[in-house]
Structure formats: structure tokens, C-alpha cells
């Protein structure tokens, strides 16, 4: 027995993004997007992650700070 979708349509599009006519058999299609690119964009990620844990640490100290003199 199919398991029944709690979205109405989901099966629809699952079937017709299965169902390419170009020839390929389904599954995912791959871009143009060289590694060299992806890793730059992980690599700005990472930076802006420490930046903001950075930033989160220094508030955070601010208000500790802060909180000493009341």
C-alpha cells in the first residue's frame, strides 16, 4: 500500500520531476558549478560562522560586563 502524502501534490511533482525527457533516466541533474567554486563558498561560510560566534562571544561579554556593575 502507497503511503499517502500529507501535502496535497507532492506525489504529482515527484512523478513528473522523475520524469525527464531529455533522456536521463531521473534522479538529480548536475550543474556547471566547478568544486573549486563550491569550496570558496564553503570556505566564506565557515569565515562568516567564526565571525558570528565571534560577535555572539563579544556581546555576550558586554552583558556579562554590563550585569558586574548593576
Do not use: C, I, N, W
Not at 570558496?40 to 552583558?63: K, P, S
Amino acid at each position: 500500500m502507497p503511503r499517502k502524502s500529507l501535502v496535497k501534490g507532492v506525489g504529482a511533482a515527484r512523478e513528473t520531476s522523475t520524469r525527464l525527457d531529455s533522456g536521463h533516466r531521473g534522479g538529480f541533474v548536475y550543474s556547471s558549478v566547478s568544486v573549486s567554486t563550491l569550496s570558496q563558498e564553503f570556505a566564506m561560510a565557515d569565515l562568516a560562522f567564526v565571525v558570528a560566534v565571534l560577535a555572539g562571544f563579544a556581546l555576550a561579554a558586554l552583558v556579562a560586563k554590563g550585569a558586574t556593575k548593576l
